[in-house]
């Protein structure tokens, strides 16, 4: 038995004692009331002594509901770029739940590729209560296998999504290489630094970026393919998350142009690392969702909280921690006091529009599939 439920359980058994304790103590009381009931004064102590006794059997009872409130430990597994927002948020819920529970809450994160926390979820490595992810189709498989209820996004404000970005280019300072659209990145002599679809969420935002630039914009699929595959021979090496790509390129200096989360270059601008950016005005929404793993809620008795938290995540107040990072916020009402702080996009497509999650599975990034072949003509 876990330490929450044992404390419950101790709070049970303490309030039937007490509730016992109560039962006796009144039937005693009345018989003393009747013996003495012709005596006025002695009824009055009488009265006195069982509204005594009656108080002190109610803060029993409070005391031992109390004990119940053990703190609550939640397990959080995000994708890598998240960490600057939830070591925000995080604190703020914890004083939230404090003075509204008088409960303590901790948590325990991880942070890592999506596609990679996903599968850690799936095989056991990572029991979280929560998962914040970079993309819908990571949460699906781990619904896939049993851990979360179906329906998950439907239960959730906003379908499940939680924190919202777009893609950027990054180029080298003064744009050497004269970087303006994604077409300019499948230009001979550029070195692009990119992250592997097979563990990084950033890495399938930016290939169906790549993919829909050229399909939301008017153009067949043979295009697209014949882009996608020009792009890819001049990425030397696949990093394993947007957070290595963006260290290979930052620290390391490697490359002549990067693509990441709009956000995850805002983040690198304030950490000193200031280099010019570029927005597509095609891009896509890069929509990432949270929920609750149903299975381990129960399993750790943390439901209630985990729920709570989730909600949390999508209040103006932790919506503005999000928008401060340069997410795009989910949150009507902090969407519009930002939203002049933000590039425009002429063109913002989704997922949907290039097929929806098990679609643009099967379609690109499954064992064989179109990305698996774009690779094998670069090494061709």
């Not at 002549?256 to 601008?269: M, T």
């Given at each position: ?30 018989v ?24 002190m ?64 979820v799936i ?70 630094i ?12 930016e290939?169906l ?7 939301q ?6 295009a ?56 597509p ?45 340069q ?10 006091e930002?939203?002049s ?40």
């Amino acid at each position: 038995m876990s330490k929450p439920q044992h404390a419950t359980q101790l709070g049970i058994y303490l309030i039937e004692g007490m509730q016992i304790y109560v039962v006796k103590t009144l039937q005693t009381m009345q018989v003393w009331y009747q013996r003495i009931t012709r005596n006025s004064i002695r009824s009055f102590v009488c009265l006195f002594l069982v509204g005594i006794f009656l108080s002190m059997a109610v803060a029993a009872c409070s005391g031992s509901s109390s004990a119940t409130k053990a703190d609550v430990k939640l397990k959080l597994v995000s994708f890598s770029v998240t960490k600057a927002a939830h070591d925000k948020i995080i604190p703020l819920f914890v004083q939230k739940w404090k003075q509204e529970h008088n409960q303590n809450v901790t948590f325990e994160q991880s942070y890592g590729g999506s596609v990679a926390q996903a599968a850690a979820v799936i095989a056991g490595k990572q029991e979280a209560d929560i998962v914040h992810l970079a993309l819908p189709f990571d949460v699906n498989k781990i619904q896939q296998a049993g851990l979360i209820k179906s329906g998950w996004e439907i239960k959730s404000p906003r379908n499940g999504v939680v924190s919202r970005s777009v893609a950027a280019i990054v180029t080298r300072e003064g744009n050497p290489k004269g970087i303006n659209t994604w077409q300019d990145l499948a230009k001979d002599g550029v070195t692009l630094i990119a992250a592997n679809p097979k563990t990084s969420g950033i890495a399938i935002w930016e290939y169906l970026a790549l993919w829909g630039s050229v399909t939301q914009a008017g153009g067949d699929e043979t295009a697209a393919l014949d882009f996608v595959t020009k792009v890819y021979k001049n990425v030397p090496v696949l990093a394993k998350d947007a957070r290595e790509a963006s260290d290979l390129f930052f620290q390391k200096g490697q490359g002549d142009v990067l693509i990441n989360y709009e956000n995850e270059v805002f983040l690198a601008a304030q950490n000193g690392k200031k280099l010019p950016y570029i927005v597509p005005k095609i891009n896509i929404s890069i929509d990432n969702p949270v929920t609750v793993v149903d299975k381990n809620v129960d399993k750790h008795g943390t439901r209630k909280v985990a729920e709570a938290f989730v909600d949390f995540l999508y209040s103006t107040e932790a919506q503005r921690e999000f928008a401060k990072l340069q997410y795009r916020p989910v949150n009507p009402t902090v969407s519009q006091e930002v939203l002049s702080q933000y590039p425009k996009i002429d063109t913002l497509f989704t997922s949907q529009d290039l097929g929806g999650w098990d679609n643009i599975q099967k379609k690109f990034f499954v064992n064989g599939a179109i990305f698996d072949q774009v690779q094998a003509a670069k090494k061709a």
